[in-house]
């Protein structure tokens, strides 16, 4: 039998970016618990096959197209899920966009490439979906806000990636507004700050990343889908419902030990 203090089995979900990573983990984890789960990607039929392969394991599982790039994305994605849903319990701010390169080759087109996804989108749907976060939160169990940062977010990295660290800070700043704006509608804001897990964005097989994360990484490994479904359960559970305006790196230690 479940533990009640970690059942989440009932509720909705959205996680943009779910088709892979870090989102494809967490959506998985939504699913294996019972929770109605809708990913995004950028193309409807590549978000659709991911849904399918998701929701194979079991559950509901249903993909939704929105290209964070483009501004109107925010209002369309959730116009869309409120044709099809009434509450919105959890909303995992995942998607993300990623540009590396030295300070003196940055483009203008690089740093909007990444501050519009993973800052101005995360933003706008937020604030799109407050009337079906609201609808589903009450004071013993609110709606939940993750918003997806970065180690990266926390320190400067040992590689140069500008407009992503400097994305990531702000995301984390922004958990801490939205906690103290929305707390008195009984929903919670917190992120995660993830360090090396297996992505489109890093390669955690690479042999410069195993060398990073023995050297910097008191655990020794880079995380599993297990470490973050575990975080996110905690923070959507009713064990997680005093938790409000933090952000918990996932990194092993890492930041620990700087």
Avoid at 219 to 234: H, I, S
Wanted: proline share 5%; with cysteine.
């Amino acid at each position: 039998m479940a533990d009640p203090l970690f059942d989440i089995s009932g509720k909705t979900a959205l996680v943009t970016g779910g088709t892979s990573g870090i989102g494809a983990m967490i959506a998985s984890g939504f699913l294996a618990r019972g929770v109605k789960t809708y990913i995004t990607g950028r193309d409807q039929a590549r978000t659709e096959a991911a849904a399918a392969q998701l929701a194979a394991q079991g559950g509901t599982c249903i993909g939704l197209a929105a290209d964070f790039a483009d501004p109107a994305a925010p209002a369309a994605l959730a116009a869309g899920l409120a044709e099809r849903e009434s509450t919105l319990h959890i909303l995992v701010n995942n998607a993300g966009a990623l540009r590396n390169g030295a300070l003196a080759s940055a483009t203008l087109d690089d740093w909007d490439a990444v501050m519009d996804v993973n800052v101005r989108s995360v933003f706008f749907l937020t604030r799109e979906l407050l009337p079906l976060l609201r609808a589903a939160a009450t004071p013993a169990d609110p709606a939940r806000i993750i918003n997806t940062g970065s180690i990266g977010g926390l320190h400067v990295p040992n590689w140069e990636a500008h407009s992503y660290g400097a994305s990531k800070a702000a995301i984390h700043h922004m958990t801490r507004s939205f906690a103290k704006a929305l707390g008195k509608d009984h929903i919670t804001a917190n992120a995660i700050a993830p360090g090396p897990f297996p992505s489109a964005m890093h390669d955690t097989d690479s042999e410069a990343t195993q060398r990073s994360i023995d050297t910097y990484i008191p655990l020794k490994r880079a995380g599993t889908a297990e470490d973050a479904q575990g975080a996110v359960l905690f923070l959507c559970s009713r064990a997680g419902a005093y938790v409000n305006g933090h952000v918990i790196p996932l990194d092993g230690g890492y930041i620990a030990a700087l």
